[in-house]
């Protein structure tokens, strides 16, 4: 996953019906990821970017960003993790030779204008607390201010361009 922002604090990110979101939140964070190959289970945890930089400041601590956004599923597959982790393990991944370099990105809203009630939420629900702990301790600094860092952030343009920023691996027929 990769989390949008805007140069505007999360508090003005509006995205009213039928508005693509990209016109509202077009940035992301160029730098900052962290790979990590689990063997036993085939899983490459990608964790960083926007979120680490403003609510975790230590990176093994922050959620995890690797998803599997597609399976043919099947009676016996399930999931162990959410989406970040599958049964059978084949489902996960790739090899241990090829983890560093992703072959996609699902670009992630998280960051619009009820960013603060979604935090609220989940608190009551209990089924994310370490997460959502970090974001409300850090929820004022993080409505009111921007997450724009001109150094770290990148404007999506196009897929094309993605592909270039982050380095995702494409397929030859592309």
């Given amino acids: ?59 093994e601590t922050g959620p995890a960003l690797n998803k599997t956004p597609l399976v043919l599923w099947r009676r016996h597959f399930a999931f162990l993790k959410s989406s970040h982790q599958l049964w059978p393990f084949c489902l996960n991944g790739r090899s241990k030779e090829s ?34 702990t970090s974001y409300a301790a850090n929820l004022d600094a993080g409505l009111k201010s921007t997450y724009f860092d001109p150094k770290i952030s990148a404007e999506f343009v196009d897929w094309k361009s993605l592909l270039q920023i982050m380095d995702i691996q494409c397929s030859k027929s592309l």
């Fill in 99 to 132: 983890f560093e370099n992703p072959t996609g990105a699902l670009l992630h809203y998280k960051f619009l204008f009820d960013f603060n009630h979604k935090i609220k939420e989940e608190l009551l629900r209990k089924q994310h607390t370490q997460e959502y």
């Fill in 1 to 59: 996953m990769l989390d949008m922002y805007s140069r505007h604090p999360v508090a003005h990110n509006v995205v009213l019906e039928g508005q693509d979101p990209v016109s509202v939140c077009s940035f992301f964070d160029r730098t900052g990821y962290r790979y990590e190959y689990e063997p036993l289970t085939n899983t490459t945890w990608i964790k960083g970017g926007v979120r680490s930089r403003i609510f975790f400041s230590e990176l």
